[in-house]
């Protein structure tokens, strides 16, 4: 999880230097998979929650790491293989110069765009992903502090 934590943290500092069009895919990237690192193990292990406090006997529940490891990793791969063949198919994400004012060129800001259907769907994807973890969340919520 703190990978995915320093990851996503990191992916900041690319949004805040002079944009071109592969720091703009690197940002998206690094976001992503920083997302993924992140919020999969919080899942994984509140799912392991789940499964120990629903049997009707508290009894020991195995779920082996390397178990939750292969998860993570699948989850992972999933997301690094749609995301290389979004970014080396197409550039997905452009950087355009923005121009407010002709005559002080200092004002003008460079400006990730993207107008294509991979971006929605990465979007929607994460969405969902919070939503299974809000509603995984939300049927723990009672369980037993001890």
């Given at each position: ?27 998206v990237s ?77 004002l ?13 769907i990465?979007?929607g ?6 939503l ?15």
């Amino acid at each position: 999880m703190d990978i995915g934590a320093i990851l996503a943290v990191s992916s900041n500092f690319t949004w805040t230097i002079y944009k071109t069009t592969p720091m703009c895919n690197y940002s998206v990237s690094m976001i992503c998979i920083g997302f993924n690192l992140l919020f999969t193990p919080l899942f994984i292990k509140s799912y392991r929650l789940l499964k120990i406090f629903q049997s009707k006997q508290l009894k020991v529940t195995k779920m082996k790491t390397s178990t939750l490891l292969s998860i993570v990793g699948s989850v992972l791969l999933a997301e690094i293989i749609y995301l290389s063949a979004w970014l080396f198919s197409e550039p997905g994400i452009k950087s355009v110069i923005q121009t407010l004012d002709p005559i002080r060129p200092g004002l003008n800001w460079t400006a990730c765009v993207s107008q294509h259907a991979p971006m929605y769907i990465i979007i929607g994807l994460k969405a969902g992903m919070l939503l299974g973890g809000c509603i995984l969340s939300f049927k723990i919520r009672n369980f037993p502090a001890r």
